[in-house]
């Protein structure tokens, strides 16, 4: 997750990080985001736009937060062998659409 983060903001210039990354770099209903993983003109494309946006920053939530907050991990939150193989697939989405993106650089 660390490198999808420092991709993001190679990618697009910002210094932020984990969901506020994300809500700056895809910008939904805000504007005209930084990174558009489509066209973004219909109402289809922003909506499936959203929804990657809110993949993404699920990811982040459930397993980056995992290892960088302990007391979810004590909690009983640790990230198991099959939940991280289930995860890689998910990360190789993510770079795929990643890889297809329009980019902006931010202000």
């Known amino acids: 997750m660390k490198g999808v983060s420092e991709r993001l903001r190679q990618m697009s210039g910002l210094t932020?990080?984990?969901a506020a990354l994300v809500d700056q770099c895809f910008e939904v209903g805000t504007g005209t985001p930084v990174v558009r993983i489509n066209a973004y003109r219909t109402?289809?494309?922003v909506s499936g736009h959203?929804?990657?946006?809110?993949l993404f920053k699920g990811i982040?939530?459930?397993f980056r937060s995992l290892s960088a907050h302990t007391q979810r991990a004590?909690?009983?939150w640790a990230l198991t062998e099959p939940d991280a193989l289930d995860l890689f697939p998910m990360l190789s989405l993510?770079?795929?659409r990643l890889n297809a993106a329009n980019v902006r650089h931010a202000p």
């Open 94 to 96: 993510v770079h795929r």
């Open 50 to 54: 959203c929804g990657f946006a809110n």
């Open 74 to 76: 004590a909690a009983g």
């Open 16 to 18: 932020s990080d984990g």
């Open 43 to 45: 109402e289809s494309e």
């Open 60 to 62: 982040f939530g459930t």
